[in-house]
């Protein structure tokens, strides 16, 4: 079966969607669904409404994503797939919500009989023999939402409900800059199918106990330099010792400092074993994204994040000289 490649960007929204939808329905093989490092909402939730789809198509398919803990409970048992070593012999690789990859976890990223890229971050280079990357879409799940629409499978609750997480999380519960009345259409498109919305949203707030330990470290060290401009927390190994392994989430307490007053960027260095992850937020169109691809990363204008491969006190320097930049850019006396 011969498809239309296409990665000049060039083509039309609704030509992408339909000629991915005639590959997933088209396709005999086994289809791998793989998404970024440390998957977050609408990373988990794309593809898991994505391989609800195709469950219900007969479809056999691979998903080997290791959620965070919150968001297991949208994940049914043996849904999820262990890391594979290697790819299925002719098989359809998905790969969601990734921008590069170099980022994609679970499986190996090339070797596919056909790749297919689904993402709504502006620095994915279209990778994939099909691609649909979209920045306008404030989650990768409004684009799988489409894909399913155009392979007219009828939604079930079980495929409403991670799509439905996708743009929740993504948007903040539609606080974010990224809720559109074409967000908003969408999602009360999905709670047409019987999502269950109160228990959704509550469920998707709950964290072990651990994590409120972790979350008082974590503000402990709260500071606003740059003239109050940033607010920057951080998380260290130490911290892990004492309060003990958990899962923590760097959006929710990055998300935390953000709304500090007068607060233009708000920065989380969490330490790791291979260096400092920093988590990015910013407002006034102040970019997270241009801040984070000086520091290797990438992301959105309003969320970003970056692995810097140094220990917390060089990664601070650098991370407060590319914020000073970044600001000065706006405009601001840094």
Known sequence: ???????????????????????????????????????????????????????????????????????????REGE????????????????????????????????????????????NNRFGDLSCVEPQKAATAQIVKDIVGAMGVPWTTAMATPCLTGILTDTGNFRYGNTTPEVLRDASELLRYGVDYTTLVDRLQWREPHYFSMLGQVM????????????????????????????????????????????????????????TKISVRTRNNVSAQAICLTLGGGGHPAAAGALVRAGLEETRVRVLEATRQELRRHGYAV
């Not at 999820?80 to 976890?105: G, T």
């Not at 760097?250 to 953000?258: F, M, T």
Request: hydrophobic share 40%; proline share 6%; with cysteine.
């Open 1 to 75: 079966m011969a498809f239309l490649v296409d990665n000049s960007g060039e083509s039309d929204y609704t030509g992408k969607i339909n000629a991915i939808a005639s590959a997933l329905l088209g396709w005999q093989g086994p289809v791998v669904l793989v998404s970024h490092i440390d998957p977050d909402g609408d990373a988990l939730g794309s593809s898991l409404a994505l391989k609800r789809t195709l469950a219900e198509l007969g479809k056999d398919t691979y998903l080997p994503l290791v959620p965070p803990r919150y968001l297991n409970f949208l994940c």
């Open 80 to 123: 999820l797939s262990p890391p594979l070593e290697s790819l299925p012999e002719h098989c359809l690789l998905v790969v969601l919500d990734a921008a590069e990859k170099r980022r994609v976890v679970g499986a190996p990223s090339s070797g596919a009989s056909l790749t297919i890229n689904i993402d709504h971050h502006g620095t």
């Open 220 to 275: 402990s060290t709260v500071e606003f330099p740059l003239g109050g401009l940033v607010s920057m927390a951080r998380l260290t190994q130490k911290m892990r010792e004492e309060v003990g392994e958990t899962d923590d989430d760097s959006n929710d307490y990055v998300g935390l400092i953000r709304y500090a007053e007068g607060t233009k960027v708000a920065v989380l260095l969490k330490e790791a074993k291979e260096g």
